[in-house]
């Protein structure tokens, strides 16, 4: 009886918060539901690929029936984990346990990840009977299972970190609208696919990371989705971990290590302006991360990093909790990613990467000269100017830029807003442009300068808080 027991029970080495999630996701209906429809839908569809005629149909069929379960259906299980534990205050009953904000989060993502990937397994027979009897490629097919695994835990990871937000609206349209947006753009795209295979006309694909860059693409490819992972559920943990958590400390470092060694293989691969591209990335997604943290008035987060002497008074300047040295970072990863950029690019694409960090340090200035900046969660606040402010640019880039556009006539109101900036910059003349980009890089400046003096305010305001974590280091 002990024997069976300890068989079927899960281990002690895994967290006690990833057993409770995973017991509670493994009983629920939705799960058993979605298991055995799918299995169902994939017999028939298998059954059906015998036939040479509709091969590719049902193959199509197949891999979007796989792609839906594993890269929608299941991450969106998540759409309310951290909400639901906020709502019923069952954060504080968890904390007690001595399971810090991190591994609360984890352990939701990694259930909903260990559900996923028994999923995959399960599907792993009918990839070996395409193989037998239809002589697909077994190793592409695997791999293939594998990325659509992958891309679903990232999903997750993203899911996750919007459930913390306790507006089910805002969390709806967030996550919503890429999936309706997507949504189409598949559906187009495999109309576009059955079209040319009646015409005779070949759609083709690409990739950021190409052919060129060999055997490194692969590794670049899964280090970029864990570190995608491993934001997310950093910004997740910050919105419940306490005011006396160091989290920034280690995420910050982790930030900067995975920028530094972008920059390397920039430097040591083929791949240079294509991970340009996904450095520019990363340092807009680290900014809304550290723009919306609040600002930190506990006096021992301080005195950790006095205890360190003056390596750690300048390390407090950029890795302490809260925007205000979050700011600081955020000029250090645009100077590195600028450097990047001139390297690889040029020096017009260093610019434009200068005037896109703008428009991050312009909403983090809107944020904190209106009210918004006494909310208790910065983000929620951030995400609304941003979708207003793409909207005002949206608006003024069609009832605006199209009359200079028609007249052929450089929109030099456009370098005013940092967001708008890029659209004038692409329709402006081209004996326009150089001017054009120094006048809206000198433009853009404005709002990191603005930033500057509120955090030096803010930063004032924490005086008490860090005189007190001097007196608790020399006693």
Not at 290 to 296: M, S
Not at 411 to 424: D, I, S
């Amino acid at each position: 009886m002990n024997a069976a027991l300890a068989i079927t029970d899960f281990p002690d080495r895994l967290s006690p918060m990833v057993v409770k999630e995973l017991r509670q996701g493994l009983r629920t209906r939705m799960f058993g539901l979605v298991m055995v429809v799918l299995h169902l839908l994939l017999v028939l569809f298998t059954l059906m690929s015998g036939g040479s005629g509709n091969a590719d149909a049902i193959s199509g069929w197949f891999d979007g029936i796989i792609t839906l379960v594993l890269c929608v259906i299941l991450p969106l299980r998540g759409f309310s984990a951290v909400a639901d534990e906020l709502k019923a205050r069952t954060l504080d009953m968890l904390v007690l346990t001595r399971l810090s904000a991190g591994r609360i989060v984890f352990g939701k993502w990694a259930s909903i990840a260990s559900q996923s990937l028994l999923i995959a397994l399960s599907v792993l027979p009918y990839v070996v009977a395409r193989y037998v009897f239809g002589g697909l490629d077994l190793f592409g097919e695997v791999s293939a299972l594998f990325y659509k695994w992958l891309a679903g835990a990232v999903v997750a990871a993203v899911v996750i970190a919007l459930s913390t937000q306790r507006q089910f609206w805002l969390r709806a349209v967030i996550i919503g609208l890429p999936l309706l947006m997507g949504g189409c753009g598949m559906a187009s795209f495999f109309m576009m696919s059955r079209m040319s295979a009646g015409s005779g006309v070949t759609i083709t694909t690409f990739s950021i990371f190409g052919t060129g860059g060999g055997s490194v693409s692969v590794p670049v490819i899964l280090g970029l989705a864990v570190w995608v992972i491993f934001f997310c559920l950093g910004l997740a943990a910050t919105r419940i971990a306490p005011a006396a958590s160091l989290l920034a400390v280690g995420k910050r470092s982790v930030h900067l290590a995975v920028l530094l060694i972008l920059l390397l293989l920039a430097w040591a691969t083929s791949l240079g302006a294509e991970l340009t591209v996904v450095s520019s990335t990363l340092l807009s997604l680290v900014m809304l991360d550290v723009l919306t943290e609040r600002v930190n008035e506990v006096p021992s987060v301080y005195a950790a990093f006095y205890r360190h002497g003056w390596a750690g008074r300048v390390a407090l300047a950029f890795l302490a909790p809260g925007w205000v040295t979050g700011f600081a970072y955020s000029l250090l990863l645009t100077a590195l990613v600028v450097v990047q950029t001139w390297q690889q690019r040029g020096l017009e694409e260093a610019q434009l990467v200068v005037i896109s960090a703008a428009s991050m340090w312009m909403l983090a200035a809107l944020l904190q000269i209106l009210p918004t900046r006494h909310a208790r969660d910065l983000l929620p606040p951030f995400i609304f100017l941003w979708l207003g402010l793409n909207l005002l640019v949206t608006l003024l880039a069609y009832m605006l830029m199209m009359p200079f556009a028609m007249k052929g006539v450089t929109a030099w109101f456009t370098c005013a807003l940092p967001p708008l900036m890029p659209v004038g910059y692409a329709t402006a003349q081209a004996a326009d442009k150089p001017a054009f980009l120094q006048l809206g890089l000198w433009s853009a400046l404005l709002w990191p300068v603005v930033l500057l003096v509120a955090a030096v305010v803010a930063w004032r305001g924490t005086r008490s808080s860090r005189q007190e974590a001097w007196r608790m280091t020399n006693e």
